[in-house]
């Protein structure tokens, strides 16, 4: 019974019950903005612990009336209470909590002559999102909501975790509702950024996040601090951010630690002199990474020669760029070029081969960005100088979906959530896809839409085009396969299966960073294999689609 403690009622001070709230901390309270409006002071009670306790009500979302969003109020104890607060879910998280078919719990105080909470079941899911604010929730068969629910945690029965707070229901005859409308913990703490304080959050300690928020406290986010966040992570950012602190959050959620490195020491321009020293103090102490030579892979992000090909729609001719990227940021590039398919390698080598001296002293990969159907050429068989028979297989060489680069693509969409869960995950965690892989087609493309934490796919063999369409669609943002096709008679001892196991051990606990180095290095204990048994590193493709490495496109393509 300890673990329930956390849940709340609310009302007015001359008594009487308004709706529910949830103890986040020792003195604090989340409920709805509606619930109270109009008090400054309220009364707030714990069933059979604590009843009619005084608290100070602080309004901290945008809502005033019916409809508006930001339905958000804290509520301020006079005294701690000796009560555990509620455990609150990991933001990273609360896309798996609800695409998975689980039930939560609420609990409410409507009207009723025991004066008792009531308990209700509800479902929810990633799709049922309502103009970008709420998830829509549904209560089990014979159970529903009614008035006295608003604030209620919405929570994992099992776990006790909160994934969010219920705000409305769409109540019918008897006011009652089957429906009704949840503010998930990601949406609240837009509202209330001292939430940040409290979830379990992977990027810093508790307490330094503390500290760099209250520093960063009342920092309008402005046009000019965009413009270096957009050069700090190295592309555009469409996201709007209601302050400086949810900017910074962005950033260390999703990206490399050295990206949120680059975008701190950026900030400290736009601060007053005495912000400015203490964000300063605060980098030296709290992130490893200001130093040189760390990031939060193995080593710093390499440099990279981005080759961009496009496939021209008449004359079966391509759009050939080369990019380099260096430090974050897009270095010098060769024009676009329009050449026949033929000609494709040639224009590339000699690209690439005159894009090396730039990279001179450098950790640097190639990229080929490339369309689907040209994702399994064996582009570490190019030179990168033809005269002297050196081929690029002497780097890190990886292939990208080119479709991913355009702006308005949907993929782009897909793969940067699911980088974003790989990169907070830290480790590979690969799928294994055996050669007799039984789903066919539209079955594949379902199973990896049900599973949104598959971010590393690993195939025993070439992956048909249906399974290749299906992971590139679905945002898979790293797969791996030889390119040799398993012919064997039978698949109880195959090639395939050998190749698979031995990949998918090779960069099980990899960290995603460190995977073109992992690739490079199978392909080189491959050259030494004996020629007629397999070698996982041998004719090895990697995809491998890093979002926050976006060269913008040339001009020619932007028409």
């Known amino acids: 019974m300890d673990g329930w403690q956390w849940r709340a009622w609310v009302g007015p001070p001359e008594g009487g019950k308004l709706g529910a709230a949830f103890l986040v901390t020792p003195t604090r309270l989340l409920t709805c903005a509606h619930t109270v409006q109009g008090l400054d002071e309220a009364r707030i009670g714990f069933p059979g612990l604590s009843e009619g306790l005084p608290a100070r009500v602080v309004r901290c ?9 930001g339905d958000i109020a804290v509520l301020e104890l006079r005294e701690p209470v000796p009560y555990a607060p509620a455990r609150l879910a990991a933001p990273d998280e609360l ?45 089990a068969r014979g159970e529903w909501l009614e008035e006295g629910y608003s604030g209620s945690a919405v929570y994992d029965t099992a776990t006790g975790e909160v994934i969010g707070m219920v705000t409305n229901a ?21 509202y209330w950024e001292e939430l940040d304080d409290l979830l379990p959050l992977r990027w810093a300690s508790a307490e330094a996040r503390r500290e760099l928020r209250e520093l960063l406290d009342g920092v309008r986010f402005t046009e000019p601090i965009g413009a270096d966040l957009e050069r700090a992570v190295g592309r555009p950012v469409s996201a709007g951010f209601r302050s400086v602190w949810a900017s910074v959050r962005y950033v260390a959620e999703g990206l490399a630690e050295e990206r949120l490195v680059r975008y701190l020491a950026t900030l400290g321009r736009h601060l007053p002199e005495e912000r400015r020293q203490r964000l300063a103090g605060w980098s030296a102490r709290r992130m490893p990474a200001a130093a040189p030579g760390t990031s939060g892979t193995s080593g710093p992000a390499p440099a990279s020669v981005i080759v961009r090909l496009e496939r021209v729609t008449f004359d079966n001719a391509f759009d050939v760029t080369v990019h380099t990227w260096i430090d974050g940021a897009e270095g010098p590039s060769r024009p676009t070029m329009r050449v026949p398919e033929r000609r494709v390698r040639t224009v590339v080598e000699e690209g690439v081969s005159a894009m090396v001296s730039t990279l001179y002293a ?28 050196i081929r690029m297989r002497q780097r890190p060489v990886v292939v990208r979906d080119v479709d991913r680069l355009r702006p308005d693509s949907i993929r782009r969409d897909q793969a940067h959530h699911r980088w974003r869960l790989l990169n907070a995950r830290g480790r590979s965690e690969p799928r294994p896809i055996p050669c007799d892989e039984p789903r066919r087609g539209s ?113 020619a393509m932007e028409v």
């Not at 609420?106 to 004066?115: H, N, S, Y």
């Not at 769409?170 to 837009?190: C, F, H, Q």
């Not at 450098?362 to 028979?389: C, H, T």
């Open 61 to 69: 979302g945008d809502w005033r009336r019916e409809g508006d969003m």
């Open 95 to 139: 896309h798996e909590y609800s695409s998975r078919g689980r039930t939560f719990g609420v609990c409410g105080f409507p009207r009723r002559f025991d004066e008792n909470e009531r308990h209700a079941t509800v479902t929810t899911s990633p799709s049922r999102v309502m103009r970008q604010e709420w998830l829509e929730i549904r209560t």
């Open 170 to 190: 769409e109540l019918r005859d008897g006011d009652r509702a089957e429906l009704g409308w949840m503010l998930p913990l990601t949406n609240i703490r837009k």
């Open 362 to 389: 450098r950790d640097w990969m190639i990229e080929f960005a490339v369309p689907e159907s040209w994702l399994g050429k064996p582009f570490e068989q190019w030179y990168l100088d033809a005269r002297n028979k």
């Open 443 to 555: 079955e594949f493309q379902d199973w990896l839409e049900a599973h949104v934490d598959f971010c590393v796919l690993v195939y025993g063999s070439r992956p048909v085009k249906s399974r290749l369409t299906a992971a590139l669609n679905n945002g898979i943002p790293v797969m791996l396969w030889a390119r040799t096709p398993c012919e064997g008679p039978s698949h109880d001892d195959c090639r395939g299966h050998h190749v698979l196991d031995a990949l998918t051990a090779a960069v099980d606990e990899t960290h995603p960073g460190d995977l073109p180095r992992v690739a490079l290095a199978l392909r080189k204990e491959a050259l030494l294999a004996p020629k007629d048994k397999p070698h996982c590193g041998r004719d090895l493709t990697l995809l491998w689609d890093d979002p926050s490495r976006l060269p913008d496109p040339p001009l």
